[in-house]
């Protein structure tokens, strides 16, 4: 089992900035490649962002590619999902997931854990 807590969502102008964290516990944090997902109101959950385990593979939805950056600090078990120049139709709750294997994982299907959420609410 791998328990998965966000943190760091909240109100934000648009144009404006957010850090989300997810630690992760339990089994070995390296061992799983980590991605974020979304969901807005009556929308399907999304995908964001994804990362490998270690010499990363990074892969970004085209909708937040040049504007968000995922990241992980094994030593930490942590993964991070900077988000710069927001806008309001990023309003959503966040998840992040951990996917047990050694590639990259994109589809929700593919991943094994997920945490709570955290609302991020982008106003114009």
């Known amino acids: 089992q791998v328990q998965l807590v966000e943190s760091g969502g909240g109100l934000v102008q648009a144009g404006g900035s957010l850090r989300l964290s997810c630690a992760a516990s339990g089994r070995a944090f390296s061992n799983y490649a980590m991605g974020w997902f979304r969901q807005a109101p009556g929308r399907e959950r999304e995908f964001v962002a994804a990362i490998s385990r270690t010499a990363p593979r990074i892969l970004y939805a085209d909708s937040v590619k040049g504007r968000f950056t995922i990241s992980r600090d094994n030593a930490k078990n942590t993964v991070y999902l900077q988000m710069n120049s927001l806008k309001p139709e990023d309003t959503a709750v966040y998840y992040c997931?951990?996917?047990?294997?050694?590639?990259?994982?994109?589809?929700?299907?593919?991943?094994?854990?997920w945490g709570q959420g955290t609302q991020v609410t982008v106003s114009s």
């Open positions: 997931a951990a996917a047990a294997t050694n590639t990259i994982a994109t589809i929700r299907d593919e991943y094994d854990f």
